[in-house]
Antibody, heavy 119, light 107 residues
Framework: DVQLVESGGGLVQPGGSLRLSCAASGFTFYNYWMHWVRQVPGKGLVWVSRVNSDGRSTSYADFVRGRFTISRDNSKNTIYLQMNSLGVEDTAVYYC????????????WGQGTLVTVSS | YVLTQPPSVSVAPGRTARMTCGGNNIGSKSVHWYQQRPGQAPVLVISYDDDRPSGIPERFSGSNSGDTASLTISRVEVGDEADYYCQVWDTDTDHPLFGGGTKLTVL
């Protein structure tokens, strides 16, 4: 079965950093693009970042560009989101998701990890 | 590019629910739909306008034409109560774009 398991969330002070991980299993990981999507509790889904299958191409939403870095390690079946200069507006549940077919829909999602930015 | 979804739709059990996703010439794009029950991760219920992933009941169907895409749920059940999001790939920015979501209430 396909599984995506996020980790690394928690409480961090404004201006701080955090690194999220998403461990994948049950599929040929290196064949798929992967995304990070976030959701403020009670609000809608917002795309954050994506990495292509070999990790050489990345893309970011404007509101995180320059602060967040997505990467992947295909030897570990894991993607990462390094988040720097965090602000209270970054407080959200962060989901990783598998892109079904490159620029397609996301057919599998992790359970999410909560990031809380607060002093 | 902007996707517009009505904030809420209400339907009685056993009836048909139709949720819309508006966008400029959205019919030229592929639309994906997600169901998100409270406290859970999103689930893909329709991809590429009208394709139903494995395990999704036949009661779920999709269409897309002109400026409106639709998700239709036939014979609605209490368990269908959830938030539903549409998503397209925004070719201008080359990344996914989600609609604001519709809360489906089963009366």
């Amino acid at each position: 079965d396909v599984q995506l398991v996020e980790s690394g969330g928690g409480l961090v002070q404004p201006g701080g950093s955090l690194r999220l991980s998403c461990a994948a299993s049950g599929f040929t990981f290196y064949n798929y693009w992967m995304h990070w999507v976030r959701q403020v509790p009670g609000k809608g889904l917002v795309w954050v970042s994506r990495v292509n299958s070999d990790g050489r191409s990345t893309s970011y939403a404007d509101f995180v560009r320059g602060r967040f870095t997505i990467s992947r390690d295909n030897s570990k079946n894991t993607i990462y989101l390094q988040m720097n200069s965090l602000g209270v507006e970054d407080t959200a549940v962060y989901y990783c998701a598998r892109d079904r077919a490159g620029r397609g829909g996301s057919d599998y999602w992790g359970q999410g990890t909560l990031v809380t930015v607060s002093s | 590019y902007v996707l517009t979804q009505p904030p809420s739709v209400s339907v009685a059990p056993g009836r048909t629910a139709r949720m819309t996703c508006g966008g400029n010439n959205i019919g030229s794009k592929s639309v994906h739909w997600y169901q998100q029950r409270p406290g859970q991760a999103p689930v893909l219920v329709i991809s590429y306008d009208d394709d139903r992933p494995s395990g999704i009941p036949e009661r779920f169907s999709g269409s897309n034409s002109g400026d409106t895409a639709s998700l239709t749920i036939s014979r609605v059940e209490v368990g269908d109560e959830a938030d539903y999001y549409c998503q397209v790939w925004d070719t201008d920015t080359d990344h996914p774009l989600f609609g604001g979501g519709t809360k489906l209430t089963v009366l």
